[in-house]
């Protein structure tokens, strides 16, 4: 029977900058490709998420005012089930502001919007410059230390809890908050990142090892001389 990657995207219309639904169109391309198969569903404002049916939950970034939603949303619709699909092993990624509600709290001035704390961070959006540009770190995903490139927009900084691992150390650009050299966060499956571009088309061997994972399975090389040219540039443009 062939293997068919089942994804969720939560709020795809209110949680999408910088062309982050991009994404999920590489997950669907490589699949396509290998010919696996590939469903897509989506999980939006007040609809529930059932947690044993899909293997990759994905959030992409947003601005502060649609985080203000989602992040109640989340609360009351998603935060629960979300914790059920870590703990059997789904895969999640979430990217910029989906990232930032993966923690405990986004803090925006006097107001604390709750994150679902499948992860231990917390996010504030200090008086500080925002936090742009292009960005370079290594991470090692279980196959060894690789790069992934991508771009950064964020007013928050982001603080991991003691236990909690960083998907990464930057090479080049600001990360989690400019200071301590970390950019993400991985606990297990779940995979939380600043990094835009969109992340998957500039890095397609992220986009493979996160199917990897999803599905228990090990792929065969694609011909990535494309997408080799991708990552080179998006390297490039940080500088590494
Ligand atoms: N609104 C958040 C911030 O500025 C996230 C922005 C984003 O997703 N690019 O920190």
């Known amino acids: 029977m062939t ?22 169109a590489v997950l669907r391309a490589r699949c396509e490709w290998r010919g696996l198969g590939f469903e897509l569903a989506a ?5 529930d998420v059932d947690p044993g049916a899909h293997d990759l939950f994905y959030i992409g970034g947003g601005q502060d005012r649609d985080q203000i939603a989602v992040a109640e949303d ?31 709290s986004y803090t925006l001035g006097d107001r604390e919007l709750p994150g679902i704390g499948l992860v231990d961070l917390r996010t504030v959006r200090g008086e500080g410059e925002r936090l742009i540009g292009n960005c370079a770190i290594e991470a090692d995903l279980g196959t060894g230390p690789r790069v992934i490139a991508g771009f950064e927009n964020h007013g928050g900084r982001t603080h991991l ?3 909690e691992q960083p998907l990464g150390r930057v090479l080049r650009g600001h990360g989690n908050n400019g200071a301590d050299g970390f950019e993400g966060v991985r606990r297990d499956n779940v995979i939380g990142t600043y990094l835009h571009g ?10 493979d090892r996160l199917t990897e ?4 399975v090990e792929l065969e090389p694609l011909d990535d001389t494309l997408e080799d040219a991708a990552h080179g540039s998006a390297r490039r443009a940080a500088g590494v």
């Open 3 to 24: 293997a068919t990657l089942r994804v969720c995207a939560l709020y795809p219309e209110l949680m999408n900058i910088y062309a982050d639904r991009g994404n999920i």
């Open 198 to 207: 969109p992340l998957l088309p500039k890095n397609a061997w992220l986009a």
């Open 74 to 104: 989340m609360q009351a619709t998603k935060r629960d089930a979300m914790h059920q699909a870590a703990a059997r092993g789904a895969v999640v990624l979430a990217v910029c502001g989906g990232y930032q509600l993966l923690g405990e």
């Open 161 to 163: 809890g003691p236990g």
């Open 213 to 216: 994972l999803a599905l228990g």
């Open 43 to 47: 999980s939006s404002l007040g609809e």
